[in-house]
């Protein structure tokens, strides 16, 4: 079977306030053509559908023309939720869906339930709240190890049943090892988001969503990445989809690259070299991440900037004589930091002091409801 792999299509989403909609509509169109040229047998479509829980009409409409064009392909459609999509909503109609070979996996409680496409169970596992899982599946412990570790003993359970048959996993995962960008919400629960690339063992091929940069974990775990960047940090990124062909033997992956809108750069230096250093010309028609270096803040300078490169979008200023920690910029500074821990951060600055234990745990109570709800919508 030939498989296509894809994921965290983000479909609303803007990058610095520029809309992004018509490269998300010229990415379907990709995704299209590739279906009709590689003659694929099913898209795999890894979760993160959406931007957020309630996507703004056209990102919906957007994603309503994708599926029907698959569908007029004649190709099988299995798609999971992920983090940003609000399960519910995008698995509404889900029944109705599969009749026509677009199969949307929402509900964790359908795991263990295949998707039999030309002999190959297909799996989607939706992205797991693992506090919304834990008391339903009895969990002894809490974490997304556990809760991926459950839905794939579900996943062999229904296996055992099936000797020899050829299987798919799709999930929504931070798995060990991975390499994250600046553009993935963090899923950390109790301070671990990871669950280990072994809870795969035995599967013919793993379709992961969550983390934007294509990458193997081993020739069977595959992360296809976002199809769009959604973050400089991601300007070196290769963004695509695999295509997968799964054989008695084994598989072949071949990377399929995406159109790109606008490429993104970062320069960093003085205003004045800037704005005249010939060896930027050919960051003139890109999204930029500018940082300035002066000694003091220029007047004027994003519309200076602008002047020459017309798509700056970024622009930060970390004089070439401040201290390092100085020198961070603010995402840098609390990138690896937590929602709770940010909170615990903004206590110590207001009172002088860090919360008490009381405290940290009414703002972990509180940051785990606010993800709960969410998850619930």
């Known amino acids: 079977m030939r498989l296509l792999h894809t994921s965290d299509w983000h479909l609303g989403r803007s990058f610095h306030r520029e809309d992004l909609l018509g490269a998300q509509a010229a990415y ?11 003659n694929v047998d099913c898209v795999l479509v890894s979760g993160d559908v959406y931007d957020r829980a309630l996507p703004p009409v056209d990102a ?16 099988r459609v299995v798609l999971i939720a992920g983090n940003h999509d609000s399960a519910r909503r995008l ?3 889900a029944g109705l869906m599969d009749a026509a070979g677009v199969h949307l996996r929402t509900d964790p409680a359908g795991v263990g ?24 599946w009895e969990l002894p ?9 459950e839905a794939m003993r579900r996943v062999r359970a229904d296996l055992e049943h099936r000797p020899g048959t050829p299987s798919v996993v799709l999930a929504h995962a931070f798995v060990t090892g991975g390499e994250p960008s600046d553009s993935e919400r963090d ?11 072994g809870v795969f063992e035995g599967i013919g091929y793993v379709a992961l969503g969550h983390l934007h940069g294509r990458q193997a974990m081993t020739d069977r775990v595959r992360y296809s990445g976002s199809p769009l960047a959604y973050s400089f940090s991601e300007a070196r990124h290769r963004k695509g989809s695999w295509l997968v062909d799964l054989q008695p033997g084994g598989l072949t992956a071949e990377f399929v690259d995406a159109p790109v809108p606008r490429r993104l750069g970062r320069l960093r230096g003085r205003l004045e070299d800037l704005l005249t250093d010939p060896a930027h010309t050919a960051h003139e028609d890109h999204w930029l991440h500018l940082t300035l270096t002066d000694r003091q803040r220029p ?23 401040a201290a390092p920690e100085a020198g961070r910029t603010w995402a840098e500074r609390i990138h690896e930091r937590s929602g709770p821990q940010l909170a615990a951060d903004f206590v110590t600055a207001v009172t002088g002091a860090p919360p008490a234990a009381e405290e940290s745990d ?10 709960h709800r969410e998850a619930a919508t």
Do not use: K, W
Request: proline share 7%; glycine share 8%.
């Open 28 to 38: 379907i169109d990709h995704l299209v053509e590739t279906v009709r040229a590689e």
């Open 60 to 75: 919906v409409r957007l994603c309503n023309e994708a599926l029907e064009r698959l569908a007029a392909e004649q190709v």
């Open 91 to 93: 698995g509404f109609g």
């Open 113 to 136: 339930e295949p998707i039999m496409i030309d002999g190959v169970a297909v799996y989607g596992i939706p992205y797991l709240e693992p506090e919304l899982v834990r008391a339903p």
């Open 141 to 149: 412990e809490r974490g997304h190890a556990a809760a991926l570790g």
């Open 187 to 197: 899923i950390s629960v109790g301070g671990a988001a990871h669950v280990p690339a």
């Open 299 to 321: 007047a004027a300078a994003m519309e200076r900037l602008r002047g020459r490169f017309p798509h700056a979008l970024v622009l930060a200023f970390e004089p070439e004589d």
């Open 362 to 371: 009414l703002l972990h109570e509180a940051f785990e409801s606010c993800r």
